[in-house]
């Protein structure tokens, strides 16, 4: 039996120069899932497509710092997570919140502040504007 | 010509500002000078097109009265127009006479990663932290930071080797935002972000073997009482500043107001021939 070959976070770019077909099954193109945990089952948000430069720039580049990103406290809960992938590679990012000062909820998709990938980072104040917040910048176009 | 002495300062202030190139004390390149000058002429223009600042804008506009910058209270000579004496916010007691009282003051700077490579050719980070003395414990605003840069990269064979978006100097310079609250609080951009500020960080990676060069960021620090955030400076969630404010164009309060603390970091490294380590990173950082 042969073990499952070794990945290589590179290798669904390698499409001799050609566009990979999005009907593919082989080679599926890059997407996202949002994951909402609730209580006894996790939904499916939203979900959508990714072009492979944005796949790359979010998730597995590195990103350079030269002021700060946020930093949930103690008091932040996870809430969900973001999914991406490119067909060989998974990247998740969680989703967190946290109380703001005025009482309401700030939501935060960000995994890390010390410039390791994934570069993504959204603040927003409610779940939806979190959503549209994550579809905008993840947009094939984007 | 003009002459800087050293000015009274709290402790606190006097601690960050010791960390600062020294002032010019010939009327040389110092910053404070070179700031008072280009700010009076960009508030002279900011006050004639009716409040942003906009190139090209005259002077002679009519109702307009000439808005200069403030200087050090001890501030040795004559003042050009417009200029004013002014004092830190956090000046304990009334300004001596003649002077003002800045809405600005230099807040405290905590290194929390001193500066440090990251890697042998180029990669660096440095991370420091802000805070509010308790002398301005009651106060709000903005602590607002100017980052300037230099970058000069070469391959083995002294080709320039292209730079990154956060090496390129047609990035700078940028203003960015931590608001401050009544309480000592620092947040990460707005307050409204409930995200707790924990420290403004340089980081970078580097240019890999075969290369060889030096990176300089050159930031001026300073919080203002009463800041109001311009119009363009806002949140972009991407580099370099992230979840601050942010522009490239300089807000008003800030080139109006005394000189902040410099807050800088140069990293310098040589990997060729490709394959060699001559020179590893180095760091040196202020504070």
């Known amino acids: 039996m042969e073990l499952l070959p070794q ?3 590179h290798e669904a770019d390698d499409s001799g120069g050609q566009p990979v077909s999005p009907t593919d099954p082989a080679t599926p193109p890059p997407h996202y899932a949002v994951i909402t945990f609730t209580a006894g089952q996790s939904v499916i948000t939203t ?3 990714l072009s492979p430069k944005t796949f790359h720039h979010q998730f597995l580049d590195r990103y350079e710092l030269g002021g700060e990103r946020h930093h949930p406290g103690p008091a932040s809960i996870l809430h969900g997570a973001l999914l991406a992938t490119d067909g060989t590679t998974v990247v998740s990012v969680p989703i967190v919140t946290w109380p703001a000062p005025d009482g309401t909820t700030r939501f935060l998709c960000q995994a890390t502040d010390d410039g390791t990938p994934p570069a993504l980072s959204v603040l927003a104040s409610s779940e939806s504007a979190l959503l549209a917040d994550l579809a905008a910048r993840l947009r094939p176009s984007a | 010509m003009r002459t800087f002495t050293s000015r009274p300062a709290a402790d606190h202030q006097r601690s960050a500002a010791d960390s600062a190139p020294p002032r010019s004390s010939a009327g040389g390149p110092g910053l404070g000078r070179a700031l008072g000058n280009d700010a009076a002429r960009r508030l002279w223009e900011s006050a004639a097109a009716g ?8 002077g002679d506009a009519e109702g307009v009265l000439p808005m200069g910058a403030e200087v050090p209270a001890d501030f040795v000579g004559p003042l050009k127009s417009g200029d004013t004496r002014a004092v830190p916010h956090d000046f304990a007691g009334a300004p001596p006479v003649g002077a003002i009282r800045s809405a600005a003051f230099i807040p405290t700077m905590s ?6 490579p990251v890697d042998d050719c180029g990669g660096y980070e440095y991370k420091v932290r802000w805070g509010i003395p308790a002398s301005e414990s009651a106060s709000a605003g903005w602590i607002v930071q100017k980052v300037d840069q230099s970058f000069e990269a070469k391959d083995c064979d002294e080709r320039r080797v292209a730079p990154r978006a956060f090496d390129d100097s047609a990035n700078y310079p ?3 935002a931590w608001e401050f609250t009544a309480g000592q609080h620092v947040w990460v951009g707005p307050a ?5 500020h924990s420290g403004d960080t340089f980081s970078n990676a580097g240019y890999g073997p075969g290369t060889k060069g030096k990176k300089t960021m050159t930031a001026e620090v300073k919080a203002i009482v009463g800041f109001t955030l311009p119009v363009g400076m806002t949140v972009r969630g991407a580099e370099p500043a992230w979840a601050l404010p942010y522009t490239r164009t300089e807000p008003a309060q800030f080139a109006g107001t005394l000189r902040g603390a410099a807050h ?3 990293a310098e490294w040589n990997c060729c021939p490709s394959g060699t380590v001559t020179k590893r990173t180095t760091v040196v950082a202020n504070p």
């Open chain 2, 264 to 266: 800088t970091l140069t």
């Open chain 1, 7 to 9: 990945r290589h976070r």
């Open chain 2, 174 to 176: 940028y203003w960015e």
């Open chain 2, 111 to 116: 290194v929390v990663t001193p500066g440090r």
């Open chain 2, 51 to 58: 409040g942003e600042t906009l190139a090209g804008a005259q």
């Open chain 2, 192 to 196: 409204s972000s409930g995200s707790a």
């Open chain 1, 47 to 49: 979900q959508g497509p």
